[in-house]
Antibody, heavy 119, light 108 residues
Framework: QVQLQESGPGLVKPSETLSLTCAVSGYSISSGYYWGWIRQPPGKGLEWIGS???????YYNPSLKSRVTVSVDTSKNQCSLKLTSVTAADTAVYYCARFGGGKNYFDYWGQGTLVTVSS | EIVLTQSPGTLSLSPGERATLSCRTSQSVSSSFLAWYQQKPGQAPRLLIYGVSNRATGIPDRFSGSGSGTDFTLTISRLEPEDFAVYYC?????????FGPGTKVDIK
């Protein structure tokens, strides 16, 4: 069974870089599906951050593009998110999720991890 | 950039009633690229419907999707207690994802 697990610091200081990883189990990350990051500020809706294909090709939300990097590490079977110059507005639950294989939607999601930006 | 609008913002209904949720896109989209998710408090979103009308694995048949062009609908035929949640539509196009703002279905 496919499982995704996000991890990383729960507290990041303003202007610093948020770094999260998504460990994938039950599926080889290099095998034909793709991986996305989505976030949800407390009490608000979902916002797509970016996606990485198993080729390494990336796509980003235009509103975040200048600050985001998404990557895959096939040796560790995980994907990663980096968001630079964070502010309080970046406080959110961050999810990783799987799509692709002809699917234009996210079929498996991690449980999410809350990241708070505060000094 | 395609913008998704969902209505109503909140839908107050009783168990057993029918729920009709709307998702409108700012321009016509392919039905293949429209999906719906359910999210309960403290949980990750769960895929309900993909390709406008296809139920995801394990989704009960009281959930159905329809629509085309710019107007799409998620219908829950008879609300069960576990269906009270927030529902999001999602579009995929040009390698970018967009989510609607969500509709909360709460107990009347």
């Amino acid at each position: 069974q496919v499982q995704l697990q996000e991890s990383g610091p729960g507290l990041v200081k303003p202007s610093e870089t948020l770094s999260l990883t998504c460990a994938v189990s039950g599926y080889s990350i290099s095998s034909g599906y793709y991986w996305g990051w989505i976030r949800q500020p407390p009490g608000k809706g979902l916002e797509w951050i970016g996606s990485v294909y198993n080729s390494g090709t990336t796509y980003y939300n235009p509103s975040l593009k200048s600050r985001v990097t998404v990557s895959v590490d096939t040796s560790k079977n995980q994907c990663s998110l980096k968001l630079t110059s964070v502010t309080a507005a970046d406080t959110a639950v961050y999810y990783c999720a799987r799509f692709g294989g002809g699917k234009n939607y996210f079929d498996y999601w991690g449980q999410g991890t809350l990241v708070t930006v505060s000094s | 950039e395609i913008v998704l609008t969902q209505s109503p913002g909140t839908l107050s209904l009783s168990p057993g009633e029918r729920a009709t949720l709307s998702c409108r896109t700012s321009q016509s989209v392919s039905s293949s690229f429209l999906a719906w998710y359910q999210q309960k408090p403290g949980q990750a979103p769960r895929l309900l419907i993909y390709g406008v009308s296809n139920r995801a694995t394990g989704i009960p048949d009281r959930f159905s999707g329809s629509g085309s062009g710019t107007d799409f609908t998620l219908t829950i035929s008879r609300l069960e207690p576990e269906d009270f949640a927030v529902y999001y539509c999602q579009h995929y196009g040009s390698s970018l994802f967009t989510f609607g703002p969500g509709t909360k279905v709460d107990i009347k």
